[in-house]
């Protein structure tokens, strides 16, 4: 039994499918048996009426004593919202029993006749009077209302607002709550004659009984074609507090004559405040609350709480600290202090699905004791061994762990995107020619199927730019269990440059039954033939590409028949395609080896019929069964040539922050003129202009001027950024080909060199290209744990920005290459290198910036642009694969 377990001293279950609130309980002698011992008073929603006087299990006769524990039980017509127990009946002393319904007041008599036989008393309800409500009521309270004495009255809040005064067998009055909205919690407090409650603009409000009983009449106010009564005073309140937030309760314990404290349960916050609105202390909540109950400390000038929450927990405080936390079997929506026969403070909470529990802190002490393990000799090679093989699990599990959590086996949406084999007849494109050739479409057709009910479905396509789609957005019909839906668009080219990625994305958005909003993706490709068409074979080129395969030649016109249907040479050996908005880009295949050459005038542009070649093959001899296929490339790697389209997209970054600085110049010279002539126009005296409309019409042109210039500098930014990804695609291929990285090694190697997958004015490639390949360097790639060690212990650098050229950024993509040539793995494990030593972690500061370790023959700074391939070294074949491998003739590619 745990210490912070609430104790079941009784408990019952009331009824089947009913719901209970937090006014459905109260406890007290309601039968006026004289003992002092309190019942158990429960009303339902569905109108049933319940009083226990419970005992604990121990005691009776079993399941016969359980029976005589339910003292009554009486089913009426209309819901019951609260029951309270006092003194409501004029010339009695006795304790009564208040039924609150929606249109109804109902006080009852609870008496009990002794019973000649085993089964012990009856029970009786007999209703003493009640009051028709004209209004539906919401909550109330009673008290002492103005002082009285030996009785108890009534306060009823209506649903609009109103409070309406009952004195026993009479009603008083009814007021009307200014600026009402919607009904809060209510609560009397004696000490001050004051009625509080939590108004709709999120404020404990406190009005005087004497100043309601004053106040316009509640009917006057209501109509408002009747004349306002003049003997009537304007009902305001005495105070208010501003809470900030809905409150769930509000109670005022009777804690001593001279001060009352004003507890109020807020969403988040617990609030107490003396009875003129000053605030005593506040608590934040860290969880949802469900209920409270103050009552008097043992501490002087102190208060101790009950505090339920939906975490099926109790909590005890004394103001602010939190002094027990015990655990019960339901969320708790009212909770109140019962004194009974055998056991007195006890805890009685009741469930909104009617699980009713009297239960008592602590536990019973427990006699368990450790039995005495035998003393055994260690056996250290064992542990050791033992160890080793847990940190091995551990180590596993690391790094294979899920960020995301797992999909549900079965999805509740399939979506199933099928691309045309054949273009559209006729184009869809929004661009006829480019270079006069014409501008293909292909029909895409998306196919949703759901297992579940669909509702406010939207499907959304995605492509990168320059493609484009004839609709990017369809709006579904509701869809049942079973059901399904196609809808089609066209995909085409539409800019004046190759895109660097023929993919696209489908994202289907809806509600699931209960309302959850899910989101399932599809991928598809777009064929090569949309953005390039069949060409004659140039002889020659300025970049060239070698890959190699460990598999016999293979024909061209096998692997890419849509370019051979309308081409002239049909012998297999070569192929050349020309882009719609690029160069002309030539495969030759070699007669003897295997051996496959691409080359072109554009460098970027030999990046999509590479990955065609590359992937085409791999489907090729996987519809034969051969599964050892290799691809790879001997190097060197093009660097210089990837150095240019970096240089070329960094030039175009600085002219763009150079146009903007231009631009905000000239705006506020612009604006500074406007002022000027503002001043001369506004003059009594004219006076000559000197030239400032000329001057502000020159402005004006010059801002005209710089605008489109920055315009076109953007567009033509956006171009280089789409080749500035192309030839990284193509350079991450070449190195995964030369040093046959896994798949996992690819796509670290890939999100390094294209950390983003567009520009932002504040944050760009180069910047997030250099940080990435730096963490690389200074990680995997070290050049020893020293190395690693101080990259993990330094702190954050500074904030990444525009750099002053693009000399650092080539020197790191140049050393991360020359290390990847040399072994290095990557990895985004920490266990990768050596373990690192402890006296290693004190060599670094925080706050600097190490610079990045190289070889001891590596201390100069390498050429960057021209001579950047040296430093990558060919990769040497054996002598056995020299033989075969060697390079074919001109005559025969």
Same mark, same amino acid.
């Given at each position: ?25 109260? $406890? ?179 009005? !005087? ?7 316009? *009449? ?56 003396? *009875? ?32 339920? %929450?939906? %975490? ?22 009212? $909770?109140? $202090? ?266 970027? *542009? ?9 992937? !085409? ?6 519809? /034969? ?28 970054? $600085? ?19 406007? !002022? ?62 030369? /040093? ?92 990768? %290198? ?60």
């Amino acid at each position: 039994m745990s210490l912070f377990k609430a104790r079941d001293w009784w408990s019952a279950t009331l009824g089947d499918g009913e719901e209970f609130d937090q006014g459905c309980l109260c $406890v007290g002698d309601v039968d006026n048996s004289g003992a002092g011992h309190d019942k158990v008073v429960v009303g339902s929603y569905m109108g049933i009426l319940r009083i226990f006087s419970p005992h604990s299990s121990t005691t009776g006769a079993g399941a016969q004593s359980q029976a005589d524990q339910q003292l009554l039980e009486v089913q009426l017509q209309h819901p019951i919202i609260q029951v309270e127990v006092g003194k409501f009946v004029s010339c009695s002393d006795q304790l009564h029993l208040a039924v609150l319904q929606p249109r109804k007041l109902s006080v009852y008599s609870v008496s009990g006749t002794a019973g000649n036989v085993e089964h012990g008393a009856q029970y009786q309800l007999k209703l003493v009077y009640e009051h028709n409500l004209q209004r539906t009521a919401c909550n109330m309270t009673s008290g002492p209302f103005g002082g009285a004495t030996g009785h108890h009255s009534v306060c009823i809040q209506s649903m609009d607002g109103m409070l309406m005064f009952f004195e026993q067998e009479s009603y008083s009055f009814g007021r009307f709550l200014p600026g009402f909205l919607l009904p809060g919690p209510l609560a009397y407090c004696p000490r001050t004659d004051n009625f509080l409650t939590v108004s709709s603009t999120r404020q404990l409000e406190s009005y !005087r009984y004497e100043t309601l009983a004053v106040a316009t *009449d509640a009917e006057s106010r209501q109509d408002a074609e009747l004349p306002l009564k003049t003997g009537g005073k304007r009902l305001t309140p005495d105070w208010t507090v501003v809470l900030g937030e809905a409150a769930l309760d509000l109670s005022i314990p009777s804690l001593s004559h001279a001060s009352s404290s004003i507890c109020v349960l807020g969403e988040r916050n617990l609030y107490c405040f003396r *009875d003129n609105g000053q605030i005593r202390f506040m608590k934040k909540l860290e969880y949802n609350p469900s209920c409270f109950l103050p009552y008097a400390s043992v501490a002087e000038g102190t208060i101790n709480l009950l505090l339920g %929450n939906h %975490n099926n927990m109790m909590l005890v405080f004394q103001d602010t600290t939190l002094k027990w936390a015990a655990q019960l079997a339901s969320v708790p929506v009212a $909770v109140r $202090v019962a004194n009974f026969s055998e056991l007195k403070g006890v805890l009685v909470t009741l469930s909104s699905e009617g699980h009713l529990q009297c239960s008592y802190l602590g536990t019973d002490p427990s006699f368990f004791s450790t039995p005495k393990v035998d003393a055994r000799e260690v056996d250290y090679e064992q542990l050791d061994a033992e160890m080793k093989t847990l940190q091995r699990v551990i180590r596993e599990a690391t790094r294979t762990q899920d960020i995301l959590p797992k999909a549900d086996t079965e999805e509740a949406v399939t979506v199933t995107a099928t691309v045309s084999s054949s273009m559209d007849t006729p184009s869809q494109a929004l661009i006829q020619d480019i270079d006069d050739l014409p501008v293909p479409s292909v029909t895409v057709k998306v196919k949703v199927k759901s297992s579940c009910v669909m509702q406010g479905s939207k499907l959304t396509i995605s492509v990168r730019p320059p493609l484009a789609v004839s609709q990017d957005q369809f709006t579904l019909e509701p869809m049942g269990a079973g059901s399904s839906t196609v809808v089609a668009f066209s995909a085409f080219l539409n800019g004046h440059y190759p895109p660097a990625d023929l993919s696209g994305d489908v994202a289907v958005s809806y509600s699931s039954p209960t309302g959850v909003p899910r989101v399932h993706q599809s991928r598809f490709d777009l064929p090569l033939a949309l953005v390039c068409m069949s060409s004659s074979p140039a002889k020659s080129a300025t970049h060239k590409i070698t890959v190699d395969t460990n598999k016999p030649p293979v024909n061209l016109t096998a692997v890419f028949p849509e370019f051979y249907e309308k081409a002239e040479e049909s012998d297999g050996n070569s192929l050349a395609v020309q882009f719609l908005s690029g160069a002309r880009v030539t495969v030759l295949a070699s007669k003897t080896s295997q051996r496959y050459r691409v080359q072109s005038e554009s460098f970027e *542009d030999m990046w999509l019929v590479i990955k065609e070649l590359v992937q !085409r093959f791999e489907h090729h001899f996987a519809q /034969q069964g051969v599964k050892d296929l290799r691809h790879s490339f001997s190097g060197p790697l093009p660097l210089s040539e990837y150095f240019q389209t970096v240089d070329n997209h960094f030039q175009l970054r $600085v002219s763009a922050h150079q146009y903007q600085d231009l631009l905000a110049e000239r705006a506020v010279q612009f604006r500074a003129i406007q !002022r000027r002539l503002l001043t001369r126009f506004k003059d009594k005296t004219p006076a000559p202009l000197q030239n400032l409309d000329s001057l502000l019409d020159a402005t004006y042109h010059q801002l005209m001027a710089l605008a489109d210039a920055a315009e076109e500098n953007r567009l033509l930014l956006e171009q280089a950024f789409v080749r500035l990804r192309s030839s990284t695609h193509l350079l991450v291929l070449l190195l995964s080909l030369w /040093q046959g990285l896994t798949p996992d090694q690819t796509n670290i190697l890939e999100a390094t060199l294209l950390p983003l997958l567009q520009d932002t004015p504040t944050l760009g490639w180069e910047e997030s290209c250099d940080a990435a390949v730096s963490h690389l360097l200074r990680s995997c790639l070290s050049r020893s744990p020293k190395d690693q060690a101080a990259s993990l212990a330094q702190s954050a650098g500074p904030a990444l920005g525009l750099p002053a050229d693009t000399g650092r950024l080539k020197k790191h993509i140049t050393l991360l290459c020359d290390r990847l040539g040399k072994g290095g793995r990557l990895s985004l494990a920490s266990e990768t %290198n050596a373990p690192v030593p402890a006296q290693v972690q004190t060599l670094v500061r925080p706050g600097g910036v190490e610079p990045i370790a190289e070889a001891a023959g590596d201390a100069e700074d390498p050429p960057l642009a021209q001579d950047a391939a040296k430093f990558i070294k060919k990769k040497q074949p054996s002598r056995k694969a020299k033989k075969g491998l060697a390079p074919c003739p001109p005559s025969s590619c």
